[in-house]
C-alpha cells in the first residue's frame, strides 16, 4: 500500500433517460431497478482530497456556484465522512482527509449535483489512498455513498446501471462513448429557487403509492428500449421513453404517502411548448428530476434553435446546454 496522499478528481453530473426512483436496501443503496443515463459535459464537480496525518478530524470545504467558499454542517458533511470512511476502510487506514470540491453548475438548476460530488469525491480520495480499483469497483463505492445516481457519473458517455439485487452485481458501466451519438440535454430552468424534497426521502417512500408495481413492471421494457434507442441513434424512440418514465417516475411521487409534487406551472409549460413544436418538426423531449426544471433531450444539430425557443418562453428563466461527456477522470495524483 501507497502513502496516503493527495488527488484530484473531476466529475460529471447525469441525466436520466430512465429513473432510478425507490431504492430496496437503504444501507447499501441497492436500487429497485436499473437506470440508463447520459454524462453532461458542461455540469462538472471538481474534488480535492488531502489526507493528513496532522489533521485531527475531517475537514470538508465546498464551494458551490457563485458562492464562496465554506465548511461543509450536517448531514451533508456527515455523508463525506461515510464515504472517507469507507474508502479509509478499504485501504485499511485511519488518516484524516480535507476535502475542497468545487461545482462549476448553479446547484438549483434541476441537475443531480450529488451524482457529481459523490462520483469526484469516490475517485479523488480512492486514487489518494493509493487504492487501485476497476472502474466497476469505483461505480459500486460511489453508489454506497447514499446518492444512488452517483455510480452512473463513474464510466464513460452514455450509462447503463445494471442491478441483480446484489452488492456486487448493482453497477454501472458504459454502453457507448460520448462521440457514438451528437445528442443535447438543455435544462430548462423555470423555477430556481423552489426547495423540494429530496430524492434520498422519496426513495423510502415508492412503495406507499399505489402506482408503484405499475412502475416496477413497466421499467425493464423503458431500460430495453432506451439501451436500443442510443444504439441506433433513434431520438424519437430514445425520447418517447424518457418521457414516459419520467412521467411515470412523477405519477409514483405524485401518489406516494405524503405525496411530492414537483412539478410547477413553468414545467407543464415547458412540456405543452415541446409538444407543439414537434408538431411543427422541431424534436424537443422533455425528462424531469426530482425538482421543476426540464432537461429537454434533442439532436445537438437542433440546440440552437430549440435553446433559443425555450428562452423565449417566459416561465424560462434561463438554460444550460449540455452534450454527452465523459466521466470521472482523476486529474491529479500522488506523487504526480
Ligand atoms: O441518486 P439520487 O439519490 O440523487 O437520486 C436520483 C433521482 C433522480 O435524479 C430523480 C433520478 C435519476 O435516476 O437520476
Known sequence: MQTAGRATAVAPANIAFVKYWGVRDPVLTLPFNESVSMNLDRCLTTTTVAFDPRLDDDE????????????????????????????????????????????NFPADAGIASSAAAFAALTAAAAAALGLELSERELSILARRSGSGSACRSIPAGFVHWRNDGTDA???????????????????????????SVGSAENHR????????????????????????????????????????????????AMTARPPTFYWSAGTLAVIHALHRWRREGLAGYFTIDAGPNVHVICQAAQADELEARLRALPEVQWTILNHPGPGTRVVERPGS
Do not use: F
Open 205 to 252: 417512500l415508492v412503495t406507499s403509492s399505489a402506482y408503484w408495481p405499475a412502475r416496477l413492471q413497466e421499467v425493464p421494457g423503458h431500460v430495453v428500449a432506451a439501451l436500443e434507442a442510443i444504439r441506433e441513434r433513434d431520438l424519437q424512440r430514445l425520447g418517447e421513453v424518457c418521457e414516459r418514465d419520467a412521467v411515470s417516475m412523477h405519477v409514483v
Open 169 to 195: 452485481g448493482s453497477y454501472a458501466l458504459s454502453v457507448a462513448p460520448p462521440e457514438h451519438w451528437a445528442l443535447a440535454d438543455i435544462v430548462a430552468v423555470v423555477d430556481p429557487g423552489v426547495k
Open 60 to 103: 470538508v470545504l465546498l464551494k458551490l456556484y457563485g458562492q464562496d467558499e465554506r465548511p461543509a454542517e450536517g448531514r451533508a458533511r456527515e455523508r463525506v465522512v461515510a464515504q472517507l470512511d469507507r474508502l479509509r476502510g478499504l485501504a485499511g487506514v485511519a488518516t484524516r482527509a480535507r476535502v475542497r470540491s468545487e461545482n
